[in-house]
């Protein structure tokens, strides 16, 4: 069985560098790439939709409209490959450079397990995005609702949903810039 953290505890009590931060890191990785193939299934819709709307609208000759098809499909896919291969370490790229601005007093491996117990969340909340995005598709596309209200109503609990991700790390990384600058 296994033991899970006390969300309560000091931002100082997190494990420094060992197998903790790997094995945070390895739950990280396995949970953003599961978000990842979770929100690949409306990413496809939603280019499946754009493609078909674009189409019949434009009317492309059919050898541009299979070169348009060809281009799009292939920015998709390197574009996906570059998020499953490099997603995480952009991410710690991303968090280190906010480290080394705001907070160069506060530990490495303990900035890096915040980023990490963060990340763990992502694939629970890709869920219930991926089906906000897939209405936000299908209402926008098959049933033509004004863009406007679309993204009102689909926007403001999809922006929410990221909060979830977003705030408590930016709380977590706020209290272990705090504690390192008091002690």
């Given at each position: 069985?296994?033991?899970?953290?006390?969300?309560?505890?000091?931002?100082?009590?997190l494990?420094?560098?060992g197998?903790?931060?790997?094995?945070?890191?390895?739950?990280?990785?396995?949970?953003?790439?599961?978000?990842?193939?979770?929100?690949?299934?409306?990413?496809?819709?939603?280019?499946?939709?754009?493609?078909?709307?674009?189409i019949?609208?434009?009317?492309?000759?059919?050898?541009l409209?299979?070169?348009?098809?060809?281009?799009?499909?292939?920015?998709?896919?390197?574009?996906?490959?570059?998020?499953?291969?490099l997603?995480?370490?952009?991410?710690?790229?991303?968090?280190?450079?906010?480290?080394?601005?705001?907070a160069?007093?506060t530990?490495?491996?303990?900035?890096?397990?915040?980023?990490?117990?963060?990340?763990?969340?992502?694939?629970?909340l890709?869920?219930?995005g991926?089906?906000?995005?897939?209405?936000?598709?299908?209402?926008?596309?098959?049933?033509?609702?004004?863009?406007?209200?679309?993204?009102?109503?689909?926007?403001?609990?999809a922006?929410?949903?990221?909060?979830?991700?977003?705030?408590?790390?930016?709380y977590?990384w706020?209290?272990?810039?705090?504690?390192?600058?008091?002690c």
């Open positions: 069985m296994e033991m899970f953290e006390n969300p309560y505890q000091s931002p100082g009590d494990s420094r560098g197998n903790g931060v790997a094995a945070s890191r390895e739950r990280a990785w396995r949970s953003f790439r599961i978000a990842f193939l979770i929100l690949l299934v409306p990413a496809i819709y939603n280019y499946w939709a754009f493609d078909t709307y674009v019949a609208a434009i009317r492309l000759p059919g050898d409209v299979n070169l348009y098809r060809l281009g799009n499909v292939l920015g998709f896919i390197m574009g996906g490959s570059l998020i499953w291969m997603g995480l370490p952009v991410l710690e790229l991303a968090a280190r450079l906010i480290r080394a601005v705001l160069t007093g530990d490495r491996g303990s900035w890096l397990e915040i980023l990490y117990r963060s990340l763990s969340w992502i694939a629970i890709a869920l219930p991926a089906v906000l995005w897939g209405v936000w598709v299908f209402a926008f596309y098959q049933r033509q609702v004004d863009f406007y209200t679309i993204s009102w109503a689909i926007g403001i609990p922006h929410a949903l990221a909060a979830c991700l977003y705030l408590p790390l930016i977590r706020f209290r272990l810039a705090l504690s390192a600058a008091t």
